[in-house]
């Protein structure tokens, strides 16, 4: 799928008129993190004095609210990756924005595993939407399931790669502004079509669902409502946040962000597999770019 052939008409470095946006959705804070660093150097090297706009659309809430943007905006856009793909939650959501020639960079984040179809997966749902694709890039990003896979990533070489990252970002842009066209594929790394749902396995070799495993609460929990008040499905009770009344997507956020450690897996499938990946997938990896 490639971007049809595209001019932008405005600028050099000294006189950069688009407006910077970024979007994102981050349980745990990983992606949120990467955008962040991103977005701020492409307005550093760009000597901007523009407010960078941001669009967190992690609480279920701000999905219900359509994004528009134009050729005069540039979007920074991340989501993390789910068993191999952009989360299935939110495929509708990104579906529905609209973007008249606005330039996008979009970026992934991963705990280590792989970053299979979903960034590919992306750039296309980015492209019919209207975006023109500058950049994609797949971070690396702590482990939804796990404190050991990818701890504490993204690191201080990752922050350093988004600022080398930012700077081809500006570098092409420029590039673009100068008459020259935007209409090379990105080619990023992943297969159309897109590969079924990565599926853990169980200790015999079984096929696992894990959509009906839900977090469980032990007796140290204080009644914060922090579970609630940030779970991105809108699924703990506010009443009872011991009580999932929908659906767990496994993003981490209640586990990793009570501050008592209420919140855990006891499901021995579930635990299993958090160890295989903990095991196999140890050896730092490292991120990539599409330009």
Do not use: W
């Not at 949120?32 to 090297?45: A, P, Q």
């Not at 009872?240 to 855990?264: D, F, M, R």
Request: hydrophobic fraction near 35%; aromatic fraction near 12%.
């Amino acid at each position: 799928m490639c971007s049809e052939p595209f001019i932008l008409s405005f600028i050099y470095e000294k006189d950069f008129m688009m407006k910077i946006i970024k979007a994102y959705f981050s349980p745990t804070g990983g992606t949120k993190k990467i955008i962040d660093e991103i977005s701020l150097h492409i307005k550093n090297l760009f000597h901007s004095n523009e407010i960078i706009n941001e669009f967190d659309f992690t609480l279920p809430d701000l999905r219900k609210k359509t994004l528009y943007f134009d050729k005069d905006d540039l979007v920074v856009v991340g989501v993390p990756v789910y068993a191999g793909r952009v989360p299935n939650v939110l495929l509708k959501y990104l579906k529905s924005i609209q973007a008249k020639d606005a330039l996008c960079v979009a970026v992934v984040s991963y705990g280590n595993r792989d970053f299979d179809d979903a960034l590919i997966e992306l750039n296309d749902i980015m492209i019919s939407c209207g975006f023109k694709m500058i950049a994609l890039g797949a971070f690396i990003a702590e482990h939804s399931f796990s404190k050991i896979l990818a701890s504490q990533r993204p690191d201080l070489e990752d922050l350093k790669r988004c600022y080398d990252f930012s700077k081809k970002i500006v570098e092409k842009i420029k590039d673009v502004s100068r008459n020259k066209s935007l209409e090379k594929d990105l080619s990023p790394k992943g297969q159309r079509p897109y590969r079924f749902y990565y599926t853990p396995k169980s200790k015999e070799g079984e096929m696992v669902d894990f959509k009906k495993i839900k977090p469980k609460t032990n007796d140290s929990c204080v009644d914060c409502k922090l579970c609630s008040n940030t779970c991105p499905m809108g699924s703990i009770s506010y009443d009872n946040p011991s009580l999932i009344e929908g659906i767990c997507i496994k993003c981490g956020s209640c586990t990793k962000k009570c501050p008592v450690q209420a919140k855990y897996f006891d499901d021995h499938s579930y635990l299993y597999h958090k160890e295989e990946l903990e095991i196999n997938f140890s050896q730092r990896k490292e991120p990539v770019f599409f330009l």
